[in-house]
């Protein structure tokens, strides 16, 4: 092993340490932490949401499948009224 090569792996080493310890700094932040749990709710909502979706297909409770005919035939009556 050259000496060249060792003191390229103990520079990249060197710069791994300091770029985790960089990260793990940045995550522990009261900003951070928010975020993250901001991100968790959301996640769950969209859960929550496809959840009860799935239930409602399930119980036949979805609705009617959308058309452009309908939809114009809709339209046309709401500007008539």
Do not use: D
């Not at 770029?19 to 932490?33: D, H, I, Y």
């Not at 928010?34 to 399930?58: D, F, N, S």
């Not at 036949?60 to 035939?73: D, E, P, T, V």
């Amino acid at each position: 092993m050259s000496a060249t090569n060792s003191v390229e792996r103990r520079a990249f080493y060197e710069c791994h340490k300091s770029v985790k310890r960089t990260a793990r700094q940045a995550a522990s932040t009261p900003l951070m932490e928010t975020l993250t749990r901001i991100g968790y709710g959301a996640r769950g909502l969209i859960y929550i949401t496809m959840g009860l979706l799935a239930v409602q297909v399930a119980l036949g409770k979805g609705g009617a499948l959308a058309s452009r005919r309908r939809y114009c035939r809709n339209w046309q009556n709401n500007q008539q009224a």
